[in-house]
């Protein structure tokens, strides 16, 4: 049955995958306060998982129309953005290009990419659990029901209390927010001790594999303490660099019915740019694309000369 949402894993990288994201207390606060205010300024968002590593973030997530997801992940990468690089004196490009999102088709591969999630911190051997990651994250959230909460600092009511020579004090312009998270469509009609148990097989199982694969290698892990240490302003001396998949989907039909599903929305964007790049005014473009800018057009009016 076809979901009423679509359903994404989007990904965002800092500038050269430095560690400007290095978990801190502030760090960790502030993010939680940006992508709950997130949720409360477009409430048609839904967050099921995410996990903030020290130089990219990965969520799932779901949005009601490509629009709203824009808004909602410009907000996210760009307070995100100046509240990072204000901590770390990083004036600079922060992110080393707009996120990506990559639809995830069936709930098997929904199930799949969860996991996934839950591993960052163990398969690049920095903990031995996902609940050890120092940063940000929803283990213990689907796992015991904590409840998410962070700090949005209210910049520009702030500036405007400075600029009117008023005494501010930054505490006086922190607003809560929790981070409420969303049920797999799976797992809609699921009691949530059914879910969270679920939740906590599948960290086991994580934590069992990265110990297993710790003595198989003979490797050591960096450890919590080594990850708090890192220079927010260096980066790994490797970078996992693999072309991401149009989608993700459990069978090789799937994944071909949604390459022929994009290909027919690319062409059908393509035809509407070209008529508006002609000058046509009327265009209608395919739901869940972003028009390009109007081209400059002149208008005469009543045998008038333009200008």
């Given at each position: 049955?076809?979901?009423?949402?679509?359903?994404?894993?989007?990904?965002?990288?800092?500038?050269?995958?430095?560690?400007?994201?290095?978990?801190?207390?502030?760090?960790?606060?502030?993010?939680l306060g940006v992508i709950g205010r997130a949720l409360q300024l477009y409430p048609g968002m839904r967050?099921?998982?995410?996990?903030?590593?020290?130089?990219?973030?990965?969520?799932?997530?779901?949005?009601?129309?490509?629009?709203?997801?824009?808004?909602?992940?410009?907000?996210?990468?760009?307070?995100?953005?100046?509240?990072?690089?204000?901590?770390?004196g990083w004036k600079d490009k922060f992110w080393s290009r707009r996120y990506?999102?990559?639809?995830?088709?069936?709930?098997?591969?929904?199930?799949?990419?969860?996991?996934?999630?839950?591993?960052?911190?163990?398969?690049?051997?920095?903990?031995?659990?996902?609940?050890?990651?120092?940063?940000?994250?929803?283990?213990?959230?689907?796992?015991?029901?904590?409840?998410?909460?962070?700090?949005?600092?209210?910049?520009?009511?702030?500036?405007?209390?400075?600029?009117?020579?008023?005494?501010?004090?930054?505490?006086?312009?922190?607003?809560?927010?929790?981070?409420?998270?969303?049920?797999?469509?799976?797992?809609?009609?699921?009691?949530?001790?059914?879910?969270?148990?679920?939740?906590?097989?599948?960290?086991?199982?994580?934590?069992?594999?990265?110990?297993?694969?710790?003595?198989?290698?003979?490797?050591?892990?960096?450890?919590?303490?080594?990850?708090?240490?890192?220079?927010?302003?260096?980066?790994?001396?490797?970078?996992?660099?693999?072309?991401?998949?149009?989608?993700?989907?459990?069978?090789?039909?799937?994944?071909?019915?949604?390459?022929?599903?994009?290909?027919?929305?690319?062409?059908?964007?393509?035809?509407?740019?070209?008529?508006?790049?002609?000058?046509?005014?009327?265009?209608?473009?395919?739901?869940?694309?972003?028009?390009?800018?109007?081209?400059?057009?002149?208008?005469?009016?009543?045998?008038?000369?333009?200008?």
């Amino acid at each position: 049955m076809r979901r009423p949402y679509e359903v994404f894993e989007v990904t965002i990288r800092t500038m050269q995958g430095r560690f400007l994201l290095k978990p801190s207390e502030k760090i960790n606060d502030f993010i939680l306060g940006v992508i709950g205010r997130a949720l409360q300024l477009y409430p048609g968002m839904r967050i099921f998982n995410f996990k903030v590593l020290s130089n990219h973030i990965h969520i799932i997530l779901a949005a009601p129309n490509s629009g709203t997801m824009r808004k909602f992940m410009n907000h996210i990468d760009s307070n995100i953005a100046r509240e990072a690089g204000r901590l770390h004196g990083w004036k600079d490009k922060f992110w080393s290009r707009r996120y990506r999102a990559i639809a995830i088709d069936d709930d098997q591969k929904l199930i799949e990419r969860m996991h996934y999630i839950f591993s960052h911190g163990c398969k690049e051997n920095l903990v031995a659990s996902p609940y050890d990651w120092p940063g940000v994250g929803c283990e213990k959230a689907l796992t015991e029901g904590q409840v998410l909460q962070g700090t949005w600092v209210d910049r520009t009511a702030m500036y405007e209390a400075e600029r009117k020579g008023k005494d501010c004090r930054l505490e006086d312009f922190c607003i809560e927010y929790e981070v409420p998270l969303s049920r797999l469509p799976c797992f809609e009609d699921k009691p949530e001790e059914y879910v969270q148990a679920y939740y906590r097989q599948m960290i086991a199982n994580i934590e069992a594999d990265t110990a297993a694969r710790l003595r198989d290698e003979d490797t050591r892990l960096l450890g919590i303490t080594g990850v708090l240490l890192q220079d927010p302003h260096t980066w790994p001396e490797k970078m996992k660099k693999s072309p991401a998949p149009l989608c993700h989907a459990s069978t090789r039909k799937k994944r071909e019915e949604y390459k022929k599903s994009y290909r027919s929305f690319v062409a059908r964007f393509m035809e509407a740019a070209e008529k508006l790049k002609q000058g046509f005014i009327d265009v209608c473009f395919p739901e869940g694309s972003f028009p390009p800018p109007m081209p400059a057009m002149i208008v005469a009016t009543s045998g008038a000369p333009p200008g």
